[in-house]
């Protein structure tokens, strides 16, 4: 099998092997961080089932094409705006709707009481799948209880837990993982045919999200968001209290509508602290933000070591908290408290770190 996913070899492998030994759940339920090949293995999984080449997916028979360029008639895509009962052609993203409504699951029911136009399955993706409304998610738990033969449901998801758990109960779950930074690299210079130097540090920069630095490839608004979270770093380390309040009002305003952005920003802002450690032990080499090392090493010999690992902690336990819903507001103030000040006047430097890097500190890839 020539599966086209990157860094998830256990989902290869356990996917496989259901298919080949036909012991395929009817219902899936991928669930992972963004950006780490969710939506590429539903694609990959519906090719491999109907596929009509030697070693499926194989990528080349006419099947597999068409699947790929999301024309299947047999492979439906169900997500937010899309297709619903009353029109074949009413969209509703053009109502401004942020749901998956109960007419488009209708309009799915109506399809998957029909045999397979031409391929051997038919396979549903519903991506994502927490947009699903209440109202629709009641219709499609009927369809996963009963689901008709030859039909495999997919659900993809990063908040699994704004799914129902009858819905949730109902799947085979499938988590996925953050991939291999190594990984990415190889597949950005491999597939996309990206300067190794540029994959190197893209690639370092994704924290093992190959979907994030393909993005990133094309959209160079990705790129300057972390600049701009990059100057609030630097910005804020000689603000005033009541700035510093100020950004964390901001991020814990943000949080309940864009929890993913939040959680990301928390973490360029750890990448930038553990950055900072590393080029002060001599391991420049290793940081992620390798295209600021000047600004690392200055600021490297500003700070007390014992102050920067316990911000890091701090930074841990907040994105913590935030993730166990504690008030964000509150876990985000706590933390601006305590962003370590310079130890102005005197170049400090990390001399305990010359001696090597504690191994928790330690970059992957
Ligand atoms: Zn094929």
Redesign the pocket.
């Known amino acids: 099998m020539a599966w086209r996913l990157v860094g998830q070899p256990g989902i290869v492998a356990m996917l496989s092997r259901a298919l080949r030994e036909d012991r395929l759940s009817h219902a899936y339920l991928f669930v992972g961080p963004n950006h780490v090949g969710k939506a590429t293995a539903a694609r990959e999984l519906a090719?491999a089932l109907n596929?009509?080449?030697e070693d499926?997916?194989?990528?080349?028979?006419r099947?597999?094409h068409l699947i790929d360029a999301g024309r299947h008639p047999d492979v439906e895509l169900v997500g937010v705006g899309g297709l619903c009962e009353e029109s074949d052609h009413r969209d509703h993203r053009a109502d401004g709707s942020k749901d998956i409504r109960i007419c488009q699951v209708r309009r799915l029911q109506r399809l998957l009481s029909r045999a397979p136009f031409e391929g051997i399955f038919r396979v549903v993706i519903t991506d994502p799948a927490d947009a699903l409304n209440v109202e629709a998610a009641n219709a499609f738990l009927k369809t996963l209880e009963e689901p008709p033969a030859s039909v495999v449901l997919v659900l993809v998801t990063s908040r699994e837990e704004a799914l129902p758990p009858t819905v949730r109960s109902r799947c085979r779950r499938v988590p996925f993982r953050l991939m291999p930074v190594a990984d990415v690299e190889g597949a950005l210079v491999e597939r996309w045919s990206v300067a190794p130097e540029k994959a190197r540090a893209l690639a370092r920069l994704s924290g093992g999200r190959l979907g994030w630095a393909v993005s990133a490839l094309e959209d160079e608004g990705l790129l300057s968001a972390r600049e701009s979270v990059l100057e609030d770093v630097q910005r804020l380390i000689g603000a005033s209290l009541s700035e510093r309040f100020a950004y964390a009002g901001r991020l814990g305003y943000l949080f309940p509508r864009e929890r993913e952005t939040v959680l990301a920003v928390l973490g360029l802002w750890e990448e930038w602290w553990r950055d900072l450690l590393l080029v002060g032990a001599g391991c420049g080499e290793q940081a992620v933000n390798s295209d600021r090392l000047d600004k690392l090493t200055e600021e490297s010999r500003q700070y007390r070591v014992r102050a920067v690992v316990r911000f890091l902690d701090a930074l841990r336990r907040a994105r913590q908290q935030l993730q166990d819903n504690v008030n964000p507001l509150l876990a985000l103030e706590v933390l601006m408290l305590e962003l370590p000040t310079p130890a102005l006047g005197k170049e400090v430097g990390f001399p305990e770190l010359r001696r090597g890097l504690p191994s928790t500190l330690r970059v992957e890839g």
Do not use: N
Not at 56 to 61: A, F, T, W
């Open positions: 090719m596929c009509r080449g499926p997916p194989c990528h080349r028979c099947e597999c």
